[in-house]
């Protein structure tokens, strides 16, 4: 009966391998799970620390040139998404209240929701206007960052 033997034998190798090979399995996943949710703490970390810079750059504080620069892409990102904010706000005939943020139509004079006087003038300013308004707040931008690269000098001093 050795032949029989020999075959019980390879059967329980195989199935003993698969085991192995299973659990081997459920155990590179939950490692690869471990790894996962480390690496969401890391990219949380860093968002939160990219927050904190950028939290810094807005209130004036001396940020590192290159962060700076940074910054001011992001800045500009924001301002962008404001304008594009204003486009739809535009084609759907509405404007916003400069008191609530509420969007109410452009026809009103006052704010239904908090009662403020709203400026007559509609959210689709002249191209113009909107033109020197961006102009001037990248020149802010700019003296700021200014300033910043000198304190930054200094600091390396
Ligand atoms: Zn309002």
Redesign the pocket.
């Known amino acids: 009966m050795e032949i029989i033997d020999n075959m019980r034998k390879k059967v329980r190798d195989a199935t003993l391998s698969a085991l192995k090979a299973s659990s081997d399995l459920i155990e590179i996943s939950k490692i690869n799970m471990a790894i996962n949710s480390e690496e969401q703490k890391i990219k949380s970390l860093m968002f939160e620390m990219g927050r904190e810079v950028y939290e810094s750059y807005k209130q004036g504080e001396a940020v590192d040139a290159e962060l700076a620069e940074m910054c001011e892409e992001i800045a500009r990102a924001e301002m962008d998404i404001e304008d594009m904010k204003l486009k739809i706000l535009e084609i759907k005939n509405l404007k916003r ?6 969007e ?1 139509d452009e026809d009103y004079a006052y ?6 006087k ?1 400026e007559t003038e509609k959210v689709n300013r002249d191209e113009e206007e909107e033109e020197s308004e961006t102009a001037s707040e990248y020149e802010d931008e700019d003296d700021a960052e200014d300033e910043m690269d000198n304190d930054t000098e200094e600091d390396d001093e």
């Open positions: 209240c400069s008191g609530c943020s509420a109410i704010c239904p929701k908090c009662g403020k709203v």
